[in-house]
């Protein structure tokens, strides 16, 4: 069973375009990562986000945590080749469970100049 | 570069040998996480260890595998008797205190294949 479920699983779309990638569950979780990682290397943590309905924006990235913590997005204005990547989300589980994060399984997004 | 050192970044093994993956972390932090990635599965949390103390190893296999960070050296996640199902990217990530949503920094990772 996947506790965190990522969608699309994939996404190539033209520079310049925007796009929105999603991170569901039917768990709380009590804070939840957004990383990327591309071939070869390990992920790059982006944002944490903590409290029920928080929005971060980093440049062209928007991250919104939802209001009961069970779900995330990710949304990118005007992606730009340099955006393509894997998109990982990651939460630690409301009160309690592994000390470890939950990942995601991903999106592969392509962005084709 | 002080960032999450982790060798050999590939190892190829026979089936029954040992493997042996190195971690060292990042400068200043005292808490080191292992993680195994197929392409199928995901990152799948395996151990969580402090300096000489192996604080949750629930996502770790109960056979063949162990995890140590002794006092002084890297980390070693050692896979006893490697079977084929252990091929796969094995990444270890850092984090300066104990904090369960502290941000995690991760090596490149050593690709582990067993032939």
């Known amino acids: 069973t996947q506790l965190l479920e990522q969608s699309p699983q994939f996404l190539s779309i033209q520079e310049g375009e925007n796009l929105t990638v999603y991170c569901n569950s039917s768990?709380?979780?009590?804070?939840l990562q957004w990383y990327r990682q591309e071939p070869g290397e390990g992920p790059v943590l982006l944002v944490t986000?903590?409290?029920?309905?928080e929005v971060k924006k980093l440049k062209r990235l928007t991250f919104q945590f939802g209001d009961a913590r069970k779900d995330s997005s990710l949304h990118i204005t005007a992606a730009q080749p340099g955006d393509t990547g894997l998109y990982l989300c990651?939460?630690?589980?409301?009160?309690?469970?592994?000390?470890?994060?939950?990942f995601g399984k991903g999106t592969h997004l392509i962005i084709q100049p | 570069n002080a960032g999450v050192m982790q060798n050999p970044r590939h190892l190829v093994r026979r089936r029954g040998q040992e493997a042996r993956l190195r971690c060292s972390p990042m400068?200043?932090?005292?808490?080191v996480y292992w993680y195994r990635q197929l392409p199928e599965e995901g990152l799948k949390f395996m151990v969580y260890?402090?300096?000489?103390?192996?604080?949750?190893e629930s996502g770790m296999p109960k056979e063949r595998f162990s995890a140590e960070f002794p006092k002084e050296g890297p980390s070693i996640l050692r896979i006893q008797q490697v079977v084929r199902g252990d091929s796969a990217a094995y990444f270890c990530?850092?984090?300066?205190?104990?904090?369960?949503?502290?941000?995690?920094?991760f090596g490149n990772g050593t690709r582990l294949t067993v032939t």
């Open positions: 990530a850092s984090s300066p205190n104990e904090a369960r949503n502290s941000p995690l920094h």
């Open positions: 768990s709380v979780f009590s804070s």
């Open positions: 986000v903590v409290t029920g309905g």
């Open positions: 990651a939460g630690l589980l409301q009160g309690g469970g592994a000390d470890g994060l939950t």
């Open positions: 400068k200043g932090h005292s808490h």
């Open positions: 260890l402090q300096k000489e103390n192996i604080i949750d």
